[in-house]
């Protein structure tokens, strides 16, 4: 199971996963910040990223802030960069 921080941008136009230069990810999501609906579409945009299920994508920590902290059924984080470089690559800033 890993752990890792990031920060959420709830109320975008498009929905992304970026992976961050400095290892810190970013997630966008076109759910807005009322009543969970923007924690729901935050875990399910991390699933679909990764290719994983919804299941193995939870929020722990940060329901009502930007600033989040996920569990996320991966081995460790070299895992994590493999499955999202290539979408960082293509969608990134």
Do not use: C, F
């Not at 994983?52 to 940060?62: A, E, F, S, T, W």
Request: glycine share 8%.
């Amino acid at each position: 199971m890993l752990e890792l921080a990031l920060r959420a941008h709830p109320g975008a136009r498009t929905e992304k996963v970026v992976l961050l230069p400095d290892g810190r990810l970013e997630v966008w999501v076109r759910a807005p910040a009322l009543d969970g609906r923007a924690n729901a579409a935050l875990e399910a945009a991390l699933a679909g990223a990764l290719g994983l299920r919804k299941r193995q994508v939870r929020l722990v920590q940060g329901e009502r802030s930007r600033q989040k902290l996920v569990e996320i059924e991966l081995a460790d984080r070299d895992e994590l960069r493999r499955r999202l470089e290539p979408a960082s690559e293509k969608g990134g800033r």
